[in-house]
């Protein structure tokens, strides 16, 4: 990720302070809001040496751009940083599928792959200036165009664990999404790189697609089988396991249900043949009887048939 070209694209005042990345993968997938939780002091960029080279407790960089109290994005570093740490396997489900944001419920997926981080200057306390708000907004949209991430990817440190509270009330993430969801409707154009950046021939833009897909692929292989770098990233073999047993437990219900529906409807299917063939049986009888009740009428009313005696007997007269 060329961190600087997103800022310049975004059109705030960026300064480069770019410094080596975290080892290890950076696919990032979404953006995450932070507060320095420094007192500005009339300062406009008093973290940037510690978000820069990290703390005693944590090596930087600490962030990807830092926003200054004036609106100046100092950008920090491409690659990947100690900004988010873990956080909940169910927010990274569903910042990749662009879905609601549910309550973080665990702290078992690596964040740090996964998250370009914003760090605002600001406490609690002091909120944020109007200048901050501004470049904040025209940051997030440049990366929602660079990334083709819509504005469910964009989510506070809060919303990722339950150990953080950053980046508060002061900057409500909600609002935050609203607005940023206005801005790319206003925009109007696709989420992709700049036109010129597209101006390539056949080959060089087959050569792209082909990267991009490739890049798929491995998400969807990360997500299925898990990852040798983040093993329990949310994606990995433990989550798979507990997906795959929830699918069990799933269709066995289903079956079972199923199965309870489809006995109850061949019992009562039996019990209706057994009410046909009984009426068809007692139908067959009382037509049998009916039949030897008018044969029995019919030989009571013409009387007894003449016999040889009283054959001759009309002759000899």
């Known amino acids: 990720m060329d961190a600087l070209a997103i800022a310049e694209r975004a059109g705030v005042e960026a300064q480069d302070h770019r410094v080596g990345p975290r080892p290890g993968v950076f696919t990032p997938i979404g953006v995450m809001w932070h507060y320095t939780s420094t007192t500005p002091g009339g300062r406009n ?18 962030s990807h751009y830092l926003i200054g109290r004036l609106g100046t994005v100092a950008v920090i570093t491409n690659g990947r940083a100690n900004h988010a740490g873990p956080g909940s396997t169910t927010v ?57 991430i819509g504005p469910r990817a964009h989510l506070g440190h809060s919303e990722w664990t339950n150990r953080k509270r950053d980046p508060g009330r002061h900057w409500p993430m909600g609002d935050f999404r609203t607005r940023l969801s206005r801005r790319l ?91 046909l063939t009984n009426a068809a049986l007692a139908a067959a009888t009382a037509a049998r009887e009916a039949a030897e009740a008018a044969t029995t009428a019919a030989q009571a009313t013409s009387g007894p048939e003449p016999t040889a005696d009283d054959a001759a007997a009309v002759e000899g007269a």
Do not use: C
């Not at 040496?49 to 600490?62: E, I, Q």
């Open 45 to 62: 960029l008093p973290t940037l040496a510690t978000v820069k080279h990290g703390r005693s407790d944590l090596v930087g960089p600490l």
């Open 185 to 275: 409707r206003q925009a109007g154009a696709p989420r992709t790189p700049p036109e010129e950046d597209l101006d390539m021939d056949k080959d060089e833009l087959i050569k792209v697609l082909r990267s991009e897909l490739e890049r798929d692929r491995v998400l969807d292989l990360n997500a299925e089988f898990g990852t040798l770098d983040d093993p329990d990233d949310g994606y990995g073999e433990r989550a798979t396991r507990q997906r795959v047993n929830g699918s069990i437990q799933f269709l066995t219900q289903t079956i079972a249900a199923e199965g309870e529906r489809t006995r109850a409807a061949i019992e009562e299917l039996g019990a209706s043949l057994e009410r």
């Open 92 to 148: 990274l489900a569903a910042v990749r599928a662009e879905g609601p944001l549910p309550a973080p419920t665990n702290n078992d997926a690596a964040g740090n792959r996964w998250f370009v981080g914003v760090e605002l200057e600001g406490t609690p306390d002091s909120g944020f200036t109007d200048a901050q708000r501004t470049s904040g907004l025209a940051l997030g949209l440049a990366l929602s165009e660079t990334l083709g």
